[in-house]
T-cell receptor, first 113, second 115 residues
Framework: SQKIEQNSEALNIQEGKTATLTCNYTNYSPAYLQWYRQDPGRGPVFLLLIRENEKEKRKERLKVTFDTTLKQSLFHITASQPADSATYLCALPISGSARQLTFGSGTQLTVLP | GAVVSQHPSRVICKSGTSVKIECRSLDFQATTMFWYRQFPKKSLMLMATSNEGSKATYEQGVEKDKFLINHASLTLSTLTVTSAHPEDSSFYIC???????????FGPGTRLTVT
């Protein structure tokens, strides 16, 4: 069955540095991959979607890469700020479904001032 | 745009009672809504997929008679936890998608505590 792994449960970085989060998946070739942000006690918020034919996508200080050979996506936040502190989830469409998503367990990012 | 609301945000109920959670898409029509459950420091677990006007599709291991889902309109889906037990205590989150987009728009979640 398909499996998603986010490399670390928690990541602490200094303000101004670039945060890099990793999402690996197995047993699957998804048509796209999504990244969400979740704050404590809140629902996730959609950030970016990257398709299998796209290598990289950017949105303001966010950058996502998608390597279908390595079966890996990297999520970067440049010039990080304390307000970026949150849990970041990667999500893939469930095999055989166009809409249902399966989520990774998330990486809790803390940006230290 | 793409705002999803949930009500209530927090509910405490006694064991054996039923609780209804509403999920509304406020500024768009949601062809499909999803219901998730999330335990502390764990990821979202998909419970069911709800399409307007048809029966919900439940994930393996989710009891459809315990978690009743109704999707009566393109802007409203409800989840009723019947005969709630303490092990049903959790954070329940809904999401909605439109016919043209694949990203999901999530509600703020409902914290259910069964005593």
């Amino acid at each position: 069955s398909q499996k998603i792994e986010q490399n670390s449960e928690a990541l602490n970085i200094q303000e101004g540095k670039t945060a890099t989060l990793t999402c690996n998946y197995t047993n699957y070739s998804p048509a796209y991959l999504q990244w969400y942000r979740q704050d404590p006690g809140r629902g996730p918020v959609f950030l970016l979607l990257i398709r299998e034919n796209e290598k990289e996508k950017r949105k303001e200080r966010l950058k996502v890469t998608f390597d279908t050979t390595l079966k890996q996506s990297l999520f970067h936040i440049t010039a990080s700020q304390p307000a970026d502190s949150a849990t970041y989830l990667c999500a893939l469409p469930i095999s055989g479904s166009a809409r249902q998503l399966t989520f990774g367990s998330g990486t809790q990012l803390t940006v230290l001032p | 745009g793409a705002v999803v609301s949930q009500h209530p945000s927090r509910v405490i109920c006694k064991s054996g009672t039923s609780v209804k959670i509403e999920c509304r898409s406020l500024d768009f029509q949601a062809t499909t809504m999803f219901w998730y459950r999330q335990f502390p420091k764990k990821s979202l677990m998909l419970m069911a997929t709800s399409n307007e006007g048809s029966k919900a599709t439940y994930e393996q291991g989710v009891e459809k008679d315990k978690f009743l889902i109704n999707h009566a309109s393109l802007t409203l889906s409800t989840l009723t936890v019947t005969s709630a037990h303490p092990e049903d205590s959790s954070f329940y989150i809904c999401s909605a998608v439109t016919s043209s987009l694949t990203e999901q728009y999530f509600g703020p979640g409902t914290r259910l505590t069964v005593t």
